[in-house]
């Protein structure tokens, strides 16, 4: 395949053309002495603004690792509190097996100790009650005779728990 023989004469024409043109040199533009620039505000801005997101993204870092923190000192707190939860209520059983009015006369029966006649369950009273207070309404009126003899309720109380134990 040989070229188009319009198109070998002007690629001759293009090469004779370069080859008898004198070489010019590109046109230099003069040097010049430039004055000192003021320092640019907007690298100064570029940079703080790249060191505020780089700030703020640590914080974010480190208040992350603080809640991850957070999360497992409430995991191993909930799973103690857990494993305390159920000693406390198998000591509330414990306690309860021990109260038990039936547990204690065999517990005295093993002591040799008299039975009881009879056995009286009394109600639970909290024990943030002060002592002179009734922890339930008093429904009965003091009788006539124990008013009038001016005992005090104490006294009453006493001799009513001595005779109940007779």
Same mark, same amino acid.
């Given at each position: ?21 004198? %070489?010019?040199?590109?046109? %230099?533009?003069?040097? %010049? ?9 907007? %690298? ?6 790249? +060191? ?15 809640? /991850?923190?957070?999360?497992?000192r409430?995991?191993s ?26 547990q ?7 002591? *040799?100790?008299?039975?009881? +006649? ?5 109600? /639970?009273?909290?024990? *943030? ?21 001016? /005992? +005090?309720?104490?006294?009453?109380? /006493?001799?009513? +728990? ?5």
């Open positions: 395949m040989t070229p188009a023989p319009a198109a070998a004469q002007r690629a001759a024409s293009v090469r004779a053309t370069r080859a008898t043109s004198p %070489r010019v040199p590109a046109k %230099r533009p003069s040097l %010049r002495v430039l004055d000192a620039r003021p320092p640019r505000r907007g %690298r100064l801005l570029r940079v703080l603004s790249v +060191s505020l997101v780089a700030g703020s993204l640590l914080a974010v870092v480190v208040a992350h690792s603080m809640l /991850a923190q957070g999360q497992v409430l995991t707190t909930q799973a103690q509190m857990t494993t305390e939860q159920a000693v406390h209520r198998q000591l509330l059983a414990a306690v309860a097996a021990a109260e038990d009015p039936a204690i006369i065999a517990e005295a029966k093993k002591l *040799n100790l008299v039975p009881p +006649s009879y056995v009286k369950q009394l109600p /639970a009273v909290p024990l *943030n009650t002060p002592i002179g207070q009734s922890t339930t309404p008093s429904t009965t009126t003091p009788s006539p005779t124990t008013a009038a003899s001016g /005992a +005090s309720s104490s006294t009453v109380a /006493a001799a009513q +728990s001595a005779a109940a134990g007779r």
